[in-house]
Every structure is written in C-alpha cells, then in structure tokens.
Nanobody, 127 residues
Framework: QVRLMESGGGSVQDGGSLRLSCATS??????????VAWFRQAPGKAREGVAG???????VYIDSVKGRFTISKDDATHTVYLELNNLKPEDTAWYYC???????????????????YGQGTQVTVSS
C-alpha cells in the first residue's frame, strides 16, 4: 500500500519561505521510474500540478512558481521536498504530493497520471 505523508506547511508573510516534505512508503522506488510531484489546491479552484520530474529526472514547474520553488528528492530515504521561497498570497493552498511508478509520463504535472496522494499540508501566505 502506497502511503504519502506531507509536512512542513504553515502560515507566513508575503515573501516568506517554507520547506515541505513528503515521506513515502510502500512505493517501489527507482530514480528513473518513480515519478513524484507536488500539487496544490486553493479554495474553489481545481487541483494543479506545481512541480515534478520528467522522464529524464529533470525538474519541471508551472510558470507561476519558476524561480521561487524548488523540488528535490532523496532516493535513499524516498522523501520528496518542495522548497517555497518568496511566497505570495496567491500561493495559499493545500499542498499534496503524488507518486507513481511508470516507464514514462509525458506530463508529470497532470493529475491524470497519479492515483496516490497524501493528506496534504496547508500553506497560508498573508499580505
């Protein structure tokens, strides 16, 4: 059974920083064939992919977070991180990590590829 557990959310001021963690278990882990990503969902909005890795293990981001967020993973501990810097009020949302094993994913930020998500961690940014 795949389990994903996020932590690290909180309330910060505009321009602040947070580091989110996602501990995974029950997932066959491969540096190349385990796809992990971070999604977020703000009130009244659809869940959107924020950061992930493509089939070449390169990080990918949505435009609104490029240069501010950094995704990383530890293949030894099967943990995924999301560093959030220069946070803005529009970043306020619940953040979820997602994971799956696959030979290839053409769009690692599309929710259609992921079935397993964690419970989420809340990020609130005030102006």
């Amino acid at each position: 059974q795949v389990r994903l557990m996020e932590s690290g959310g909180g309330s910060v001021q505009d321009g602040g920083s947070l580091r989110l963690s996602c501990a995974t278990s029950g997932l066959p882990w491969s540096p190349w064939y385990t796809f992990v990503a971070w999604f977020r969902q703000a009130p009244g909005k659809a869940r959107e992919g924020v950061a992930g890795f493509d089939g070449y293990s390169r990080s990918v981001y949505i435009d609104s977070v490029k240069g501010r967020f950094t995704i990383s993973k530890d293949d030894a501990t099967h943990t995924v991180y999301l560093e959030l810097n220069n946070l803005k009020p529009e970043d306020t949302a619940w953040y979820y990590c997602a994971a799956r094993g696959a030979l290839y994913i053409d769009d690692p930020l599309s929710p259609r590829w992921y079935n397993d998500y964690g419970q989420g961690t809340q990020v609130t940014v005030s102006s």
